[in-house]
């Protein structure tokens, strides 16, 4: 079977910009208060349902989240992004924590495995005739009671990179709305417990549009 061609140039993309972006994320929570309290009650959502949880960081990049989750906030976590190059950088900067090579629509876990899952800026790249069926493979991998939060980037528009870091890309970003996404969520079996938007930085890069984050919870 053919892959569709958004995953072959967002893999061969992230594995041209693996180390540069990994080297870029590494501190990238350190100056952002908002997104680490954000985890951070998730966190501690699925300690409080779950005595033995292990949360999934699902388009893990280099592992910035998942080393978070492991290392500050006590929450087993492993790992499973698309790019090779992105995995090997996560596996050397976050050693312990387990990442895999995978494609998030089709997770190489057993169902009800995991209790928690974090998709942060990943769903981005994902088309919208994809992001249901995602979304479904998130429920399937997840525990009944398990949670999920997602971040992206909002709006309605698409991002299209050719360059980045001096290298040639094709990388496309889907802005989504906050509505739509959590329509999809609760399409997929889920009960949305949070949503959040955050304004645009002016002084950020990377956050120079409003960003958006919703919390949910698979039905019981």
Known sequence: MTEPADLTATRAGYDALAEQYGDLSRASLD???LDRAL?????????????DPVVLDAGCGPGTIAGHLARRLGVPARGVDLSPAMVEHARRAHPGIVFDVGEMGALALADSSVAGLVAWYSLIH??????????????????PGGHVLLAFQVGEDTLYLDEAFGRPVRLDFHRLLPDDVAALLEGAGFDVTARLVRAPDPGSVAARIPQGFLMARKAA
């Open 39 to 51: 985890l951070g009650a998730f966190a501690e959502s699925v300690l409080a349902d779950h005595p």
């Open 126 to 143: 994902v088309p919208a005739g994809r992001r249901q069926d995602v979304l479904r493979e998130f429920g399937r991998v997840l525990r």
């Open 31 to 33: 100056a952002a208060p």
